[in-house]
């Protein structure tokens, strides 16, 4: 928290956004694999200030390729390699089920989100979320989260013509090339704002 605000909190996707994707689903730490500089920027944005969370689905539990065990060593290693560079997740907040269990946790529904406003006690209209794919903005926009497209993994394939169809969808979203890119962006905004508002922003958010 700073200057005596409520949290402020960053929703992130995990599977390309974070880490590595894999169409045949990341079943163990082995292949959980962090994309580069993704670790360090979630590092930035907890040193600016910022809480980060995950917001995730992991239908590979209810499909049977992974178990429990496995998705704990996936974030042990994760959470091990984020306190290597000085960073860290505050929790992951998963949804298990496969798609025929009609739930309301897996994106692109809102209840992943939705949970996490409950928990942390956040207005959801100041939670970013971040993620590489169309449905994670679909359930930013149904939270009512400010929705960020970075185009590694799934979104690393979209063509410039579905971005601006995207733009056009979603006139909130913003573009971003990396994690990285996007913290940057982040942080940068903080930094003028708080020129603005004549607050001093000394050693804020420092990208070096």
């Known amino acids: 928290m700073r200057d005596g605000q409520a949290m402020n909190l960053i929703i992130l996707d995990r ?3 974070i880490n590595e994707d894999r169409d045949d689903f990341i079943k163990s730490a082995d292949e959980w694999v962090p ?3 993704a670790l360090e920027a979630i590092a930035r944005l907890n040193h600016a200030g910022w ?17 429990m065990a496995a998705l704990t060593a996936m ?11 000085g960073g860290r997740i505050g929790a992951v907040f ?3 089920h496969a798609p025929e269990d009609q739930c309301t946790c897996r994106k692109p529904l809102p209840g ?3 949970q996490i406003g409950e928990r942390f006690g956040v207005d959801l209209k100041t939670v970013p979320v971040v993620g590489d794919s169309v449905r994670d903005l679909e359930a930013a ?29 979603i006139p909130a979203l913003q573009v971003h090339a990396d994690l990285a890119a996007f913290a940057e962006s982040l ?14 922003d000394s050693g804020f958010g420092r990208l070096d």
Not at 75 to 85: F, G, P, T
Not at 144 to 161: F, I, K, M, Q, Y
Not at 187 to 200: L, P, V, W
């Open 112 to 114: 992943l989100l939705e």
């Open 94 to 96: 998963f949804c298990p």
């Open 35 to 37: 994309l580069p500089g």
């Open 15 to 17: 599977d390309g956004t």
């Open 187 to 200: 942080i940068q905004q903080e930094r003028t704002a708080r020129g603005a508002s004549g607050k001093t």
């Open 141 to 169: 926009v149904a939270a009512g989260c400010p929705p960020h497209l970075v185009r590694t993994g799934r979104g690393a394939s979209l063509s410039e013509a579905q971005i601006a169809q995207l733009m056009q969808q």
């Open 75 to 85: 974030h042990s290693k994760m959470n091990a390699a984020l306190a290597r560079v």
């Open 51 to 67: 809480h980060t969370v995950i917001a995730t689905n992991q239908s590979g539990l209810g499909r049977g390729l992974f178990d």
